[in-house]
């Protein structure tokens, strides 16, 4: 019997609850074409509206993907597991690893858009660093690209004091990544905070991240602190939602 709450449910969800279902038992696997619009006005007997929604809404759940020209298809990428805790840990980035492999495991990563630049803090970066606004920060911004698709990017604000004139201003940051090179300057993290909201993105943000549309994005701002209590980075990394879990796995 069809519950009350069901009957209310609109046409175009119990559509997409429909194929969401025959995505998870199998029916269409990675890759798979769905039924297009006019399958599934004819199907469901349906306007070209509603089965436009239930496809939509597969798309903003990260299930399905549409391609130009060719119709809409189950996502064929493998969410990424973030682990929010032990990508931190010393001893990866102290031994030369970078954090991100703890993230990534066998796959192919790629970095681009890289850019290093000096510039003064604004309000909200010196607000999080603890310093006046204006003083003098280097800037790291790039991209990550996995198995072929933007997953995220991230911008890392230093202070200038700390890190000038070492590998952390020049494009490759060496072995163990910006963390290794401050605890050879004498700032090593020894404490990490993070804030982690979600938000629909900009068009700019869509674009970098090549998002479906109505597809959020997961803001995670990163400080990390030395021996002291001093901010010595602070990163805004920006996520497609629909390529990540975040997992937290710490004792009681």
């Known amino acids: 019997m069809t519950s ?17 279902a025959a995505i998870q038992s199998g029916e269409y696997g990675p890759g798979d074409r769905l039924p297009g619009e006019n399958d599934l006005m004819a199907t469901y007997d349906v306007a070209r509206m509603t089965a436009r929604q239930a496809l939509a809404v597969l798309q903003n759940e990260g299930l399905a993907e549409a391609r130009k020209g060719a119709g809409v298809f189950v996502r064929a990428f493998r969410p990424l597991r973030r682990r929010g805790v032990q990508r931190l840990a010393r001893e990866r980035w102290g031994s030369g690893r970078s954090i991100w492999s703890s993230d990534t495991e066998d796959r192919e990563l790629v970095v681009d858009q ?5 510039e003064r803090a604004s309000n909200r970066v010196a607000d999080a660093l603890g ?13 990550f690209v996995l198995d072929g698709k933007p997953v ?21 940051s060496g072995p163990g990544g ?8 004498g700032h090593e993290p020894v404490h990490f ?46 996520l497609d939602s629909a390529s990540y879990v975040l997992e937290y796995d710490f004792d009681a």
């Not at 069901?6 to 046409?11: D, F, T, V």
């Not at 890289?114 to 000096?118: L, Y």
């Not at 979600?198 to 943000?205: F, G, I, K």
Request: charge should be positive; proline fraction near 5%.
């Open 193 to 238: 905070r993070e804030e982690i909201r979600s938000r629909m993105p900009s068009t700019a943000e869509a674009e970098r991240l090549s998002l479906a549309m109505g597809t959020p994005v997961i803001q995670i701002v990163r400080t990390a602190f030395a021996e002291g209590g001093r901010a010595v980075e602070v990163n805004e990394m920006t």
């Open 4 to 20: 009350q709450g069901g009957a209310r449910q609109p046409k175009y969800q119990r559509i997409a609850d429909a194929l969401r």
């Open 114 to 118: 890289i850019e290093v630049r000096e």
């Open 131 to 143: 310093v006046p606004p204006g003083t003098g920060v280097w800037v790291r911004g790039r991209r």
């Open 152 to 172: 995220l990017f991230a911008t890392s604000h230093l202070p200038a004091d700390v890190v000038a004139a070492s590998a952390i201003t020049q494009i490759d």
């Open 178 to 185: 910006t963390y290794a090179r401050l605890a050879e300057l």
